[in-house]
């Protein structure tokens, strides 16, 4: 059972004993009589639950970084703030969009519902929106026919584990973010599932080449040998979108990555 849900089912009970509390039980209870501890702890829950169930419905989210599919931009252990209204007003625990904002564009990181399993929430960068052709051949991101700008950085060393990745600098939409490639790690797909869609993609020994459908994006981790995203599980629909990753706001490993974040 997902924590919404939950926290949805608490905010009826406690609402349901507030509620009935005011308009109903207090007439029959003496003016000098102590509330029962389950009307006391109910009412008084009650403005605390409503309060973040909005927030974290409507408002932001928090989230914890649990892999390192998106280094060297987002670390293990990054607590982040999730805006949960740019991409547009969503009913909570369905998740059903009800009014429209903004579209997620390309260079968005974003969280969304991982589409083989519901349940659980992914963090990824958007690669490609409705109607892109993206390239990823021999390490190389390609959008409709044009070549994302790239350029080559210091390579990034990693801290916990003590090897060195080859880093670089990529450009689309005027969004710059820093990716990583590991040198002995193969340029083709393996593992892919059979995924919804799959027809718009071609798997070739270079990688792969793929038609994002209507309503879908292409989502990728900045550290791109080391993240299983849509080139292994394919698309996520406009209906899995959670919100809008933009800020760090606590790492117990290393406090001066509180922050924003690209």
Known sequence: ?????????????????????IFVLRKFRAADAKDPWWVEYGASFFPVILIVFVLRSFIVEP??????????????????LVNKFTYGIRLPVVNKKIIDINEPQRGDVMVFRYPED????YIKRVVGVPGDKVAYQNKRL??????VETR???DYLHPERLYYSKQFVEKSDGVEHHTLNDTDAPDFISKATQFPYRNDCLYNNA?????VPAGH???MGDNRDNSRDSRFWGFVPEENIVGKAFFIWLNFGDLKRIGSFR
């Open 1 to 21: 059972m997902n924590f919404a849900l939950i926290l949805f089912c608490l905010l009826l009970v406690s609402g349901a004993i507030w509620v009935a509390d």
């Open 63 to 80: 989230f914890k970084i649990p892999s390192a599919s998106m280094l060297p931009t987002l670390h293990v252990g990054d607590f982040i």
């Open 118 to 121: 519901p349940s659980l929430d």
């Open 142 to 147: 390609t959008i409709n026919g044009k070549p």
């Open 152 to 154: 080559r950085v210091d």
């Open 207 to 211: 990688g792969l080449i793929c038609t």
């Open 217 to 219: 994006y292409f989502m």
